[in-house]
């Protein structure tokens, strides 16, 4: 597994290369706009033509961009979900533009609805941004913890918003964090490997492209975000050096978001590599 962080893009796109490589990350995610605004992410071609030449000659990619924390494809608010859409094609094209793999996001939450009140807007929401934007940029679920009605937790979701859309372009992203605090016990080799079946059955190991490697803040099943460094937290590191040695997603990308910044993600990724390097 490529092991990467989610780095600042202070100062433009361009400079996420610098501030990956100075950790070791072989892969970065980025934001292309604040992610607690609505706000365009275009990107002039100069600035575009400047990334595409810094990622020709970076030890770091593939590169992924986070979409912005406000999406919600769930919403019954039609100006909320137009919003929505326009953000995720803004940010898909600008993926395009820059040579980025794709973008990450959350589907949002039903507020209390659910599900199957929702399932309909949510994959024809999809299609619509999938349809407006160029291949092959990829627009990519990520899992949730599960709190306050957010979509995904359960990999069934995701794998019927999948089947339902039928897109080759529409991925996953699997966060541990969520994953645990969802009810799935990936703590444990026997644990992991039911997810991963689970997984597997319910939405195609095919469709995973990156994951999320956070520790976790609270215990198995409390369905809150809560993000712990590697090791430090409620899931333990003996996971994460799991993952960086499974061949089934050894081309695969692994984004750190835990607490600490630059410094704290330089010691993880280090002790990820000596980690694998020993099973």
Known sequence: MKIGAHVSTAGGPVTAFERAEAIGAEAAQIFLTPPQQWRSSKVDEEGAAAFRARATGS???PVFVHGVYLINLATSDT?????????LKSAMTSCSQ???????????????????????????????????????TQLILENSAGSGGTIGSRFEDLGRIIKMVGSDRLKVCVDTQHSFAAGYDVKTEEGFEAAIAEFDRRVGLQHVCAFHLNDS?????RAVDRHEDLGAGAIGFPLFARLMADRRFADLPGFLETPGGPPAWKRAIARLRRGSAKR
């Open 79 to 87: 100006t909320n979900l137009t919003r929505s859409t326009s953000s």
């Open 59 to 61: 030890t770091c990619g």
């Open 217 to 221: 803040k609270v215990e198995l099943g």
């Open 98 to 136: 820059l040579g980025i793999q794709g973008v990450i996001f959350h589907l949002g939450s039903h507020k209390g609805m659910g599900l199957d009140a929702v399932f309909d807007q949510i994959c024809v929401a999809c299609k619509e941004v999938l349809d407006a934007t160029p291949g092959p």
